[in-house]
């Protein structure tokens, strides 16, 4: 089997699956993203939707605001 022909991994298919309203383009999410995650630092009750919903959905953005997370705790 090619690897054109083998199935996505399940977890895969769950991001490309998940619902992306309200929707949060990569640009915005990385333009949002350090006072997103220092507002999460500050209070870790703090929502806002349209970025967590990226976040869930775009694992290169969630690898980003893990580092700066990381690197903001430190």
């Known amino acids: 089997m090619t690897d054109r022909n083998r199935p996505l991994p399940v977890d895969v298919?769950?991001?490309l699956l998940l619902e992306s309203t309200p929707y949060l383009s990569c640009?915005?999410?990385f333009d949002q993203l350090d006072t997103y995650v220092e507002r999460l630092l500050a209070d870790p009750s703090h929502v806002d939707v349209p970025m967590q919903v990226?976040?869930?959905a775009c694992g290169?953005?969630?690898e980003e605001a893990e580092a700066l997370t990381d690197l903001l705790s430190a």
């Open 27 to 29: 640009d915005d999410c």
């Open 54 to 56: 990226h976040l869930k």
């Open 13 to 15: 298919l769950d991001g």
């Open 60 to 62: 290169a953005c969630a």
